[in-house]
């Protein structure tokens, strides 16, 4: 048996011993998951122990150094623990866009110091964090935005406004784009960490048309950041935004890799049998399905070993997010009635329609359809022209 | 590795792709349509590629072939797409060699040696009506004395009319529409009561109609089962579906890579074309379809190398795509080129006739979504 049979048999044990069954029911939606932080309450004492018992084995960022929280386990080594956890269903212990997004820049670009401070909190789901990018007046035209951060020697003082961060109501820390040199579009951006409990930082969530306010407008005033919080070179934070990007698209692309992976048509076979046109459609769109997650696959092996495009994220997330949105129309069209409650308990509070308007931000958030397209036709397909 | 290509893949593709680009580039499918050729393919570059080994590629090494799988396979075939080379590698080197694979010690010490010398062609005779629908064979095989007795009609048998040997699904028992009751036999074209008639298809190659009136074969000439042939047969379509896949794969990609490069050099409106957000769009999402239909095809082609249960449905998901995103670079790519795209000369065309052909072979599209569906039970 080769090392990494002998890993799988063992992994595959460990979890069955230790996954609590309730943890092995799939999540019903964003909120039910466990995010952690100071503030979290557990849904329940499964979801406790199993969050407990993977930080214990660094499973939660299974590929992270150990020294860091992390697992140390090769990218196959992790390939095969996703794998097993799948089969047997078993929950992501811990979301977080720590784990998601911060962690891998931080890795990347933050100093010794930092790594050993913050990769541990999230390993373990202590601290929560939020990110703050987008502006009311820089949406896809990230680069333009303005919040600002005057230099006060050892501290920078920033004022300014995020939106569409999202859980800052929820969050104990922001990753920050804050414009500190005015004169450099690109290279007048960094990259800082502050906690929200700061002075002057207010949040105000926004109601969405799903019903739900998982966004908010983030409002900064006065606020005192030590410089020690910078991640990256001053002015090179763009860098920095550019990794964690990519992380991601990556992320929102794989969205719909777990229950959303499922065959469509075997969920509402009553519906497609009596309707071929629908049935049809199933049809095509479990071809998709199929296509998506060979692709996800082949990409992130290519990842791995470093031969894919490092724009090549930009394409996943357009077809992920495609993908999960016309999984939805067809959810609501096989739901046909039943699918329009927005209240009743036997419709779940309205769970189908408002998740199906929820996808609709998934072409949006981290870089629009459009964008992704642009990014897609000018660096990898090198399109002439700006 | 995943889904990574070994470095023996790597090194395999680094041979096929020159080769095929010097030695049987689009001009050459040209030069044979323009010669009005009536074999089909050049037989010279056959000899050649059995010379190179492709043609045992299948074929299992205790018998002299080299015995790698589809992946290899499919690394063949998409440059076989990508230069439009006319070729009986599909047919001959890969469905045929895996119904073989089901065959007795007879069958195959007597086919093998001529697949892997370049020496045999085979065709493959399973469809009867204008689709492909194999369940719904009707050409019949009687038992007569110690064998078979075939009588019935097949079509779209490529190469059919300069093939040594046709492999026949034939039903034995049940009724047109019965999976089980079908027997596949190896039929050699210049059997008794063979005739073959050849057309010029869309893309200029050459498929026969078959007519089989009273054929006698001996019970050698059985390949699997008795009335079980549908095994047998499954295979030899599976390989020959991921097989027009990966073709298709390489169909696409030159169309696509053609039209590409015609965005980056043709001007209007004093600029070059491919600056338009318009068709930048259009490209990318053109892009992402033909990365798609790589990626199930390769996914598809593991699965079979591995024995997988799942084979099936991912052959036939891997065929439903790679003909929408095969379709759509051919079609993009006869509109972005505009005016010039409609002429003989461009070879854009070229491919969307190729596409239309491969569409068609071993099931299109609806075809296997439709498959796709009943394997998921609904």
Same mark, same amino acid.
């Given at each position: 048996m080769t090392d990494l049979e002998t890993f799988r048999k063992e992994t595959r044990a460990w979890l069955e011993a230790n996954c609590p069954a309730e943890m092995r029911e799939p999540v019903k939606s964003e909120e039910d998951g466990c995010w952690g932080g100071r503030n979290w309450v557990f849904k329940s004492p499964a979801q406790k122990q199993w969050l407990e018992v993977m930080a214990a084995k660094g499973w939660t960022v299974p590929d992270w150094p150990k020294e860091y929280g992390g697992g140390g386990l090769t990218a196959e080594e992790t390939k095969v623990l996703r794998t097993e956890m799948a089969k047997l269903g078993c929950r992501v212990p811990l979301q977080s866009f720590g784990i998601w997004m911060l962690g891998p820049a931080l890795l990347k670009f933050g100093t010794e110091e930092q790594k050993k401070h913050y990769l541990p909190q999230i390993a373990r789901g202590e601290i929560r964090w939020c990110q703050g990018y987008s502006e009311p007046g820089s949406g896809s035209d990230l680069v333009s935005l303005q919040t600002y951060g005057e230099d006060k020697g050892d501290h920078w003082v920033v004022n300014g406004q995020k939106i569409w961060t999202s859980y800052a109501d929820k969050a104990d820390w922001i990753f920050c784009l804050v414009r500190t040199n005015k004169e450099d579009k690109y290279r007048g951006i960094s990259f800082l960490l502050f906690d929200m409990t700061s002075p002057g930082v207010t949040t105000k969530p926004i109601k969405l048309i799903s019903g739900a306010s998982p966004f908010c407008e983030t409002f900064f005033d006065n606020v005192k950041v030590p410089k020690h919080q910078i991640v990256g070179e001053l002015n090179r934070g763009w860098d920095v935004a550019k990794y964690l990007l990519g992380h991601e698209r990556e992320m929102i692309s794989g969205g719909g890799l777990g229950e959303g992976m499922a065959s469509i048509g075997a969920a509402f076979k009553d519906m497609a049998e009596q309707e071929p046109v629908l049935r049809a459609q199933m049809a095509l769109f479990d071809v998709e399905t199929m296509v998506f997650r060979a692709h996800s696959e082949r990409f992130m092996d290519e990842w791995k070993t470093g031969k894919a495009h490092p724009a090549y994220s930009n394409l996943m997330k357009y077809i992920g997010t495609e993908l999960n949105k016309k999984r939805h129309e067809l959810v609501m069209s096989a739901g046909g009635s039943d699918a329009l409650e927005w209240e009743s308990e036997r419709g779940r509070k309205g769970a @189908?329609?408002?998740?199906? /308007?929820?996808?609709?931000? +998934?072409?949006?958030e981290g870089g629009t359809s459009e964008v992704m397209l642009n990014v897609v036709a000018k660096r990898i397909l090198e399109m002439p022209g700006a | 590795m995943g889904m990574n290509h070994t470095d023996d893949q790597v090194m395999l593709k680094d041979t096929v792709a020159p080769f095929l680009a010097e030695n049987a580039p689009v001009k050459h499918l040209r030069s044979l349509r323009d010669a009005n050729d009536q074999t089909g393919f050049a037989r010279d570059l056959w000899k050649q590629f059995a010379e190179m080994g492709f043609t045992g590629i299948l074929v299992p090494e205790a018998e002299g072939g080299l015995g790698l799988g589809h992946v290899e396979a499919g690394i063949v075939l998409e440059e076989i797409g990508r230069n439009l080379t006319p070729s009986p590698f599909l047919t001959t080197a890969v469905a045929a060699v895996e119904a073989l694979k089901s065959a007795g010690a007879h069958l195959r010490g007597e086919w093998f040696p001529k697949i892997l010398s370049g020496d045999a062609i085979i065709g493959i005779a399973v469809d009867e009506g204008a689709k492909h629908r194999p369940a719904a064979t009707a050409l019949v095989a009687e038992r007569a004395g110690n064998g078979f007795k075939l009588s019935g009609k097949k079509q779209f048998v490529v190469h059919g009319h300069v093939a040594d040997m046709l492999i026949v699904s034939a039903r034995t028992a049940g009724a047109p529409g019965d999976e089980q009751g079908i027997t596949l036999f190896a039929v050699p074209r210049d059997a008794a009561g063979v005739t073959t008639e050849a057309d010029r298809l869309v893309d200029s190659q050459l498929a026969a109609r078959v007519t089989l009136d009273g054929v006698e074969v001996t019970a050698d000439a059985v390949i699997g089962d008795v009335d079980g042939g549908w095994a047998s047969l499954t295979r030899l379509l599976d390989a020959g579906r991921i097989g027009a896949a990966a073709e298709m794969v390489g169909v696409g990609g030159g169309?696509?890579?053609?039209? &590409?490069?015609? !965005?980056? $050099?043709?001007?209007?409106?004093? $600029? !070059?074309?491919?600056?338009?957000?318009? /068709?930048?769009?259009?490209?990318?999402? /053109?892009?992402?379809?033909?990365?798609g239909a790589r990626s199930i095809v390769l996914k598809a082609q593991h699965l079979l190398d591995d024995g997988d249960p799942r084979a099936e449905l991912f052959v036939a998901a891997a065929k439903a795509k790679s003909g929408l995103a095969c379709n759509l670079a051919v079609r993009e790519g006869v509109q972005m080129h505009g005016g010039i795209g409609m002429t003989d000369e461009y070879d854009?065309? !070229?491919?969307?006739?190729?596409? @239309?052909?491969?569409?068609? &072979? &071993?099931?299109?599209? +609806? &075809?296997?979504?439709?498959?796709?569906?009943r394997m998921n039970g609904y």
């Amino acid at each position: 048996m080769t090392d990494l049979e002998t890993f799988r048999k063992e992994t595959r044990a460990w979890l069955e011993a230790n996954c609590p069954a309730e943890m092995r029911e799939p999540v019903k939606s964003e909120e039910d998951g466990c995010w952690g932080g100071r503030n979290w309450v557990f849904k329940s004492p499964a979801q406790k122990q199993w969050l407990e018992v993977m930080a214990a084995k660094g499973w939660t960022v299974p590929d992270w150094p150990k020294e860091y929280g992390g697992g140390g386990l090769t990218a196959e080594e992790t390939k095969v623990l996703r794998t097993e956890m799948a089969k047997l269903g078993c929950r992501v212990p811990l979301q977080s866009f720590g784990i998601w997004m911060l962690g891998p820049a931080l890795l990347k670009f933050g100093t010794e110091e930092q790594k050993k401070h913050y990769l541990p909190q999230i390993a373990r789901g202590e601290i929560r964090w939020c990110q703050g990018y987008s502006e009311p007046g820089s949406g896809s035209d990230l680069v333009s935005l303005q919040t600002y951060g005057e230099d006060k020697g050892d501290h920078w003082v920033v004022n300014g406004q995020k939106i569409w961060t999202s859980y800052a109501d929820k969050a104990d820390w922001i990753f920050c784009l804050v414009r500190t040199n005015k004169e450099d579009k690109y290279r007048g951006i960094s990259f800082l960490l502050f906690d929200m409990t700061s002075p002057g930082v207010t949040t105000k969530p926004i109601k969405l048309i799903s019903g739900a306010s998982p966004f908010c407008e983030t409002f900064f005033d006065n606020v005192k950041v030590p410089k020690h919080q910078i991640v990256g070179e001053l002015n090179r934070g763009w860098d920095v935004a550019k990794y964690l990007l990519g992380h991601e698209r990556e992320m929102i692309s794989g969205g719909g890799l777990g229950e959303g992976m499922a065959s469509i048509g075997a969920a509402f076979k009553d519906m497609a049998e009596q309707e071929p046109v629908l049935r049809a459609q199933m049809a095509l769109f479990d071809v998709e399905t199929m296509v998506f997650r060979a692709h996800s696959e082949r990409f992130m092996d290519e990842w791995k070993t470093g031969k894919a495009h490092p724009a090549y994220s930009n394409l996943m997330k357009y077809i992920g997010t495609e993908l999960n949105k016309k999984r939805h129309e067809l959810v609501m069209s096989a739901g046909g009635s039943d699918a329009l409650e927005w209240e009743s308990e036997r419709g779940r509070k309205g769970a @189908r329609p408002r998740t199906w /308007l929820r996808t609709k931000a +998934n072409s949006i958030e981290g870089g629009t359809s459009e964008v992704m397209l642009n990014v897609v036709a000018k660096r990898i397909l090198e399109m002439p022209g700006a | 590795m995943g889904m990574n290509h070994t470095d023996d893949q790597v090194m395999l593709k680094d041979t096929v792709a020159p080769f095929l680009a010097e030695n049987a580039p689009v001009k050459h499918l040209r030069s044979l349509r323009d010669a009005n050729d009536q074999t089909g393919f050049a037989r010279d570059l056959w000899k050649q590629f059995a010379e190179m080994g492709f043609t045992g590629i299948l074929v299992p090494e205790a018998e002299g072939g080299l015995g790698l799988g589809h992946v290899e396979a499919g690394i063949v075939l998409e440059e076989i797409g990508r230069n439009l080379t006319p070729s009986p590698f599909l047919t001959t080197a890969v469905a045929a060699v895996e119904a073989l694979k089901s065959a007795g010690a007879h069958l195959r010490g007597e086919w093998f040696p001529k697949i892997l010398s370049g020496d045999a062609i085979i065709g493959i005779a399973v469809d009867e009506g204008a689709k492909h629908r194999p369940a719904a064979t009707a050409l019949v095989a009687e038992r007569a004395g110690n064998g078979f007795k075939l009588s019935g009609k097949k079509q779209f048998v490529v190469h059919g009319h300069v093939a040594d040997m046709l492999i026949v699904s034939a039903r034995t028992a049940g009724a047109p529409g019965d999976e089980q009751g079908i027997t596949l036999f190896a039929v050699p074209r210049d059997a008794a009561g063979v005739t073959t008639e050849a057309d010029r298809l869309v893309d200029s190659q050459l498929a026969a109609r078959v007519t089989l009136d009273g054929v006698e074969v001996t019970a050698d000439a059985v390949i699997g089962d008795v009335d079980g042939g549908w095994a047998s047969l499954t295979r030899l379509l599976d390989a020959g579906r991921i097989g027009a896949a990966a073709e298709m794969v390489g169909v696409g990609g030159g169309a696509m890579d053609m039209t &590409f490069g015609y !965005l980056k $050099q043709r001007k209007q409106f004093g $600029q !070059l074309i491919g600056e338009f957000q318009a /068709l930048q769009h259009r490209a990318a999402h /053109l892009y992402g379809e033909m990365e798609g239909a790589r990626s199930i095809v390769l996914k598809a082609q593991h699965l079979l190398d591995d024995g997988d249960p799942r084979a099936e449905l991912f052959v036939a998901a891997a065929k439903a795509k790679s003909g929408l995103a095969c379709n759509l670079a051919v079609r993009e790519g006869v509109q972005m080129h505009g005016g010039i795209g409609m002429t003989d000369e461009y070879d854009i065309g !070229l491919y969307m006739k190729r596409d @239309r052909a491969l569409a068609e &072979f &071993f099931g299109d599209t +609806n &075809f296997h979504a439709d498959r796709v569906a009943r394997m998921n039970g609904y």
